[in-house]
């Protein structure tokens, strides 16, 4: 992984970074789901969130979105100046920035006739599936899927594709238009090791021509050293975030998931 510009996750970088969550609380019919959050993720960073079910992740990644009501700020850095989004959802300041998502992955029929052109012109440009694809948005489709190097599966069904495969699929359609930040649900879940190498190789890479903030979840610790830069682990606060060696073996850590690993543990 190549070394991050801006620093580590810190309380004093300013307006270096990309994104910036303070006092971040959500909640939900009375009951707490986050209290208190408050990082930094950083332009050109790859930043893994951890934490066991129920902690408040997707519920993170939806007040990033703008889907959530919560009480904090969240603020994005960009050269020309912070844009403060408030809690009621408008944006304040600087340029609002332009956040790809992308869920985990949905499961389709394997008989399903709808091809990866058909899902993509769909979605990109409401076109019926139904009717024959016009050669523009073919051509526009096959230049947002070369962008994740997955071109030769234009015209595959969707049911067919491999765990791999559909993540480059939804990863594409996330950087149309190409994003400031880009937040992934869960990407390595149901990928094979290849494809989740492949994947992981293929977000460093992203990263470095766009200069994105990345900011995921995953289950799979024992790859975080290979690919995040900073790991959070979040159970509905921040327990720890650092390097990802620093927080896999931390207190914190083993107290949440009961294992041990990072410097002197074992996974």
């Keep these: 992984m190549r070394k991050i510009k801006h620093g580590k996750l810190s309380s004093n970088c300013a307006d270096s970074c990309c994104l910036k969550l303070d006092g971040l609380s959500v909640r939900l ?52 100046g912070p844009a403060i989004r408030l809690a009621d959802g408008t944006v304040t300041g600087g340029t609002r920035p332009l956040v790809g998502y992308v869920p985990q992955a949905p499961s389709f029929d394997r008989g399903d006739p709808v091809s990866v052109l058909d899902f993509f012109t769909a979605a990109t440009a409401k076109w019926p599936v139904w009717l024959p694809v016009p050669s523009k948005y073919r051509t ?28 480059r699929v939804l990863l594409a359609l ?16 149901g990928v094979d090791i290849e494809g989740e190498h492949q994947l992981l190789e293929m977000l460093d890479e992203l990263r470095t021509q766009y200069d994105l903030s990345i900011f995921l979840s995953t289950h799979d610790f024992a790859t975080l050293g290979q690919f ?24 914190e850590f083993y107290e949440t998931f009961h294992l041990r690993m990072g410097k002197g543990g074992a996974g």
């Design 29 to 80: 019919e009375g009951d707490s789901i986050l209290e208190d959050v408050s990082f930094h993720l950083h332009c050109g960073e790859i930043v893994a969130l951890i934490g066991p079910n129920g902690a408040g992740k997707s519920t993170l990644f939806r007040s990033i979105l703008g889907q959530m009501s919560y009480k904090g700020t969240i603020t994005f850095s960009p050269a020309g």
């Design 140 to 167: 526009r489709a096959a230049a947002c899927l070369a962008r994740v190097h997955g071109e030769d599966l234009l015209d595959r069904p969707m049911g067919v594709l491999s765990g791999g495969q559909l993540q």
């Design 174 to 189: 996330a950087l149309e238009p190409v994003p400031h930040i880009l937040i992934l649900d869960e990407p390595l879940s």
């Design 228 to 251: 995040a830069d900073q790991v959070i682990l979040l159970n509905r606060r921040v327990l720890k975030a650092g390097p990802p060696d620093d927080v896999l073996s931390s207190p």
